[in-house]
């Protein structure tokens, strides 16, 4: 059975995630149908005001909002370098948004900024825990994570940080982040399902690269993969390695070309130019306009949340703040509304380990996903094919639920 926080009454739009699940935030599950959506804008947003509220037995912790009883804490970066940074804002507008879509009387959210820094973040957690948050969301990037969790061993409360580095999490410690290891596992199992089993890869020699490099191998390895070849470049510099793959060519029945969306397009072009033409494989971070209208991307696949709920999310995040989100906006709405969810289901204490690595998982804006122990995720993705014009086609739907599984 599927619990849903109630809704504040704001338009949500033609909504994609089962009789009107996802517009009602977030679901618990419990073998109920879920839902899936990816893509969207980058426009700066625009921060809105939201009411003070003092803390009981504990200090006051920057802006707060929402009234309810159970206290969770956010830490975002709202600055760097001293400056206003427009994704930690549209991070913040999209746990307001959450809030008041549920009601606002289920939790009180307190927001500090962590400036971007581990110190601030080290800080902010601090800070949070000693305020009575039962729970920590954020911080976004790798290293304020790191020593963010050590503040929540110390309080002996989860947190749940937005990073994508697995290195950060641990038990108690978890990342609702769409990881590359998950995208390089949905691509491949697909491209394997279609018969492709000579693979070969052109990866940028860079961090990045270096973790996908490493989960493809393992996928290979897993899934009987021939892998053909595997060419590094640094970044930028793809031309030359994609002239040495054109001898492997005739081998390749694939190519993995996981480049991120701003550079993509110049390794589609440089592939184009080598006659390297074998069915090209990607990650979600291809899921950007800008990238999917180059004509050498038509044909491609890539593994991605689907597109109508983020779209939705936008729709109405967009009528609030008069202004688009960005695309990592949902990691705080979909937090807000998880830590709604289970303190409307669990009562004052909802965020045991037990509840939140739930085997059934969660329903959230970009769709179906669930916390392992280890403090990693699953998630539900689709497999997308690049059309004509940047259009996209779902050639193997996200699951809905994690039933059975």
């Not at 050590?150 to 989860?158: E, H, I, T």
């Not at 490099?213 to 892998?227: H, K, M, S, T």
């Not at 909802?350 to 969660?362: E, I, K, V």
Request: with cysteine; net charge neutral; proline share 6%.
């Amino acid at each position: 059975m599927a619990f849903t926080p109630k809704t504040s009454g704001i338009s949500t739009g033609g909504r994609a995630l089962g009789a009107g699940l996802l517009a009602m935030g977030l679901a618990l599950l419990a073998g109920c149908n879920s839902s899936i959506l990816g893509g969207g804008g980058n426009e700066p947003p625009a921060p809105i005001a939201a009411p003070s509220l003092p803390m009981v037995n504990g200090p006051t912790v920057g802006q707060t909002f929402g009234t309810g009883a159970v206290r969770v804490g956010l830490i975002l970066p709202l600055t760097q370098n001293g400056q206003p940074f427009a994704v930690g804002a549209s991070l913040s507008n999209a746990a307001q948004l959450a809030v008041q879509e549920a009601g606002g009387t289920d939790i009180t959210v307190m927001l500090l900024d962590d400036k971007g820094t581990p110190d601030g973040a080290a800080q902010a957690a601090s800070s949070e825990y000693g305020a009575g948050a039962q729970i920590v969301f954020g911080p976004l990037f790798a290293d304020a994570a790191r020593q963010a969790s050590a503040a929540a061993q110390s309080a002996g409360r989860p947190l749940v940080a937005f990073s994508t580095d697995v290195g950060v999490a641990h038990p108690g410690v978890y990342l609702l982040s769409f990881l590359n290891e998950g995208y390089v596992d949905r691509i491949m199992d697909f491209a394997v399902s279609r018969g492709k089993k000579s693979i070969g890869a052109l990866i940028p020699q860079n961090a990045y690269g270096n973790v996908v490099a490493a989960a493809f191998n393992q996928a290979a390895a897993r899934l009987g993969v021939n892998v053909v070849a595997v060419q590094r470049y640094a970044p930028g510099q793809a031309a030359q390695a994609a002239q040495q793959l054109a001898a492997q060519a005739g081998r390749m029945d694939a190519l993995f070309a996981p480049e991120q969306a701003d550079g993509m397009g110049a390794v589609a072009d440089a592939l184009a130019a080598a006659n390297v033409h074998a069915q090209l494989l990607g990650t979600g971070v291809w899921n950007d306009p800008r990238l999917l209208v180059s004509p050498n991307m038509q044909g491609a696949w890539f593994a991605a949340p689907e597109n109508a709920g983020f779209q939705s999310f936008a729709k109405r995040y967009q009528a609030q703040f008069h202004s688009a989100p960005t695309r990592l906006a949902t990691l705080a709405y979909d937090a807000i509304s998880l830590a709604t969810g289970m303190a409307r289901k669990y009562g004052a204490a909802p965020y045991t380990a037990q509840n939140l690595t739930d085997p059934s998982g969660f329903i959230g804006a970009d769709g179906v996903f669930r916390f392992h122990q280890d403090g990693t995720n699953e998630r539900g993705l689709a497999v997308l094919q690049v059309g004509a014009g940047g259009t996209t086609t779902v050639l193997s739907p996200a699951q809905r639920s994690f039933a059975g599984g």
